[in-house]
């Protein structure tokens, strides 16, 4: 198979079904190979989105700067995508993301600009520094992955249409986790046009204020998580009208367990995004009953995080425990 360029390599990812999970819930669960696209992350998608509407605002053109803040992966789509059509990219990033995600980021050639951990309501949170910088650099445009819905279009017309194409329109339920809920709201949007009885569940860490916004209206965190990319205080603009209809919460020791079987027992080696979205994908197993069709997002690859995640002395600096059969 041959593709026109680097960008239409974005997307068109497998689907695998995981047979431990499937095994151990009596359902078949599929998991999305994101972690395959160019940048090794589900983010590929969103960041092409959000510059091929930019562009054809007419707000983006050659030798334009694209400004965001992000946990990394969306950072490093933006600059795959910036290289391959001739934009600057300035990412702002956490301190506290992985070093892999720092490195990769130089090494496409991003200016990465690191600001300590704050909360959305402080200025310097890496979101609002990345508005403020991208208001002050002329000739440049803020992604705004978490209100511009752009990244769940992307969703809706890409991720959406793939996993019906691939699950032959037989597909009962549908859950991930949310960082910007681009992928959550746009597969949901997406699949509940084709057939409204897929169940579209959210699967929420720990540390995140959307389980209980869903369960009983309020927006309320409990506990924490070191999950990159995910965990939402706050209805952004792509959640607005997302159709969900059930929630699961999942702690970053179940997710991990996850992610160690699925390394040890299937060879996929994954971030903890994935590992919380197929513990997420066996709840709604266990809730929807046996013989279901459940699919889920495996959204980035493991090796973006060997100094962390994949590092017994940083596990246990956090208190997990690293063993497969941990939870
Ligand atoms: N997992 C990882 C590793 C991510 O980087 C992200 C994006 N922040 C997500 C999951 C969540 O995706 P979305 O922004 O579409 O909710």
Not at 113 to 142: D, G, K, M, Q
Not at 235 to 251: H, M, V, Y
């Amino acid at each position: 198979m041959t593709f026109p360029d680097t960008l239409a390599l974005i997307g068109h990812t497998p689907m695998v079904r995981l047979k431990g999970p499937s095994e151990a819930t009596g359902c078949d669960i599929y998991g999305k190979c994101e972690f395959l696209n160019p940048g090794a992350s589900v983010k590929d998608r969103a960041a092409l989105g959000i510059v091929e509407d930019a562009e054809e605002r007419g707000v983006l053109s050659p030798g334009g700067t694209i400004v965001e803040g992000t946990a990394g992966n969306t950072g490093i789509g933006l600059a795959l995508v910036g290289n391959a059509k001739g934009y600057k990219t300035i990412i702002v990033m956490p301190e506290t993301q992985s070093r892999e995600k720092m490195d990769t980021l130089r090494a496409l050639g991003a200016e990465l600009v690191l600001v300590a951990a704050a909360p959305y309501s402080s200025p310097c949170h890496f979101v609002h520094t990345s508005r403020r910088i991208a208001e002050e650099t002329p000739n440049a445009i803020w992604a705004n992955q978490f209100d511009n819905i752009a990244n769940r279009r992307a969703h809706i017309r890409w991720t959406a249409e793939e996993i019906w194409e691939q699950m032959d329109g037989r597909i009962d339920g549908f859950t991930c986790s949310v960082g910007t809920g681009g992928t959550l709201a746009g597969v949901g949007l997406g699949l509940k046009a084709k057939d409204p009885n897929v169940t579209i569940a959210l699967t929420d860490p720990y540390g995140a204020a959307l389980y209980s916004y869903y369960a009983c209206g309020e927006l309320r965190a409990e506990g924490n998580s070191v999950a990159e990319g995910i965990g939402q205080g706050r209805i952004t603009a792509n959640l607005e009208g997302a159709p969900i209809d059930t929630q699961f919460r999942i702690s970053d020791q179940e997710g991990l367990a996850q992610v160690q079987a699925l390394l040890n027992e299937e060879g996929l080696c994954l971030g903890l995004s994935s590992g919380i979205n197929v513990a997420g994908a066996m709840a709604l197993a266990r809730q929807m009953g046996p013989g279901r069709r459940i699919v889920t997002v495996l959204c980035d690859t493991g090796f973006r995080y060997l100094s962390t995640l994949y590092n017994p002395d940083w596990l246990a600096a956090k208190g997990l425990i690293a063993t497969a059969n941990a939870a």
